[in-house]
């Protein structure tokens, strides 16, 4: 049975076929399943080099743009909040407390967007007011960008 998902009133008659996940976030979830995976087999001595290690590949993978930001992102975390772990998340370098990831930097070709992220989850302490930003689009790593990244990363880290 195929699942299909029919177009809004007022728009063209033709239906779209909708498989659910798309290539992109089956390989993300792959990605995920590889790191429990490699994540329980550690060593617990070594565990936090490892991470980093790979961490450290998953960025030298990416397209230069996008690793370039990354790489800052990868400093930037390292100075202003030294006690989140790196690791990968889905596939994604991503920075941890407790071994729950706080932010995380998605590559632009990741999902195929128009620009990389770097994305925070519930457990970042960014809270202000009623409603706020869990994700900021990066384009380049100008020293404003820099700076303020630094702030954001400093206060989700608590």
Not at 55 to 74: Q, S
Not at 89 to 117: D, E, L
Not at 149 to 156: D, H, Q
């Amino acid at each position: 049975m195929t699942n299909t998902k029919k177009s809004a009133p007022g728009s063209s008659a033709a239906e779209e076929k909708f498989d659910g996940f798309t290539p992109e976030e089956r390989q993300a979830m792959k990605d995920h399943a590889k790191e429990l995976k490699a994540s329980a087999r550690r060593s617990p001595r070594t565990a936090k080099a490892d991470a980093e290690q790979d961490v450290l590949a998953k960025i030298a993978e990416m397209p230069e743009a996008d690793r370039v930001l990354a790489e800052r992102i990868h400093e930037i975390v390292r100075s202003a909040a030294p006690d989140l772990a790196p690791k990968l998340w889905y596939g994604m370098p991503a920075y941890a407390r407790n071994g729950k990831v706080v932010c995380f930097f998605q590559s632009a070709q990741k999902f195929k967007t128009r620009y990389a992220t770097l994305g925070f989850s519930d457990l970042a302490t960014l809270d202000e007011g009623a409603m706020w930003p869990t994700a900021y689009a990066l384009t380049e790593p100008t020293p404003e960008a820099e700076a303020r990244i630094a702030e954001l990363i400093a206060k989700a880290a608590g």
